[in-house]
Nanobody, 119 residues
Framework: QLQLVESGGASVQPGGSLKLSCAAS????????IGWFRQAPGKEREGIACISGRNQNTYYTDSMKGRFTISRDNAKNTVFLQMNSLKPEDTGDYYC????????????WGQGTQVTVSS
């Protein structure tokens, strides 16, 4: 099994930056695609970005491009989400999830880390 643990969430001012981490353990993580998702209070969960295991190709939800950057360090079994120019609407719980290349759904999820952007 693949275990994922997010960290790095905090309360920040609008315009600030955060770098979230997703640490993987258990199954070899470099074979999995890892995605970042978020859920704002009272809203449905939405995808932010994902990065593949083999070639580290990246995908971004259009609305997330420019401010958010996903990367991974396979030697450290960690995927990152750099978030810049944060806005109040970025507030929510942020999750990382793992998807095996043979499956279309994300089967492994972390517990989430909270991000609050407010004045």
């Amino acid at each position: 099994q693949l275990q994922l643990v997010e960290s790095g969430g905090a309360s920040v001012q609008p315009g600030g930056s955060l770098k979230l981490s997703c640490a993987a353990s258990g199954s070899p993580s470099d074979y999995y695609s890892i995605g970042w998702f978020r859920q704002a209070p009272g809203k449905e969960r939405e995808g932010i970005a994902c990065i593949s295991g083999r070639n580290q190709n990246t995908y971004y939800t259009d609305s997330m491009k420019g401010r958010f950057t996903i990367s991974r360090d396979n030697a450290k079994n960690t995927v990152f989400l750099q978030m810049n120019s944060l806005k109040p609407e970025d507030t929510g719980d942020y999750y990382c999830a793992g998807r095996h290349p043979t499956r279309g759904n994300y089967d492994y999820w972390g517990q989430g880390t909270q991000v609050t952007v407010s004045s």
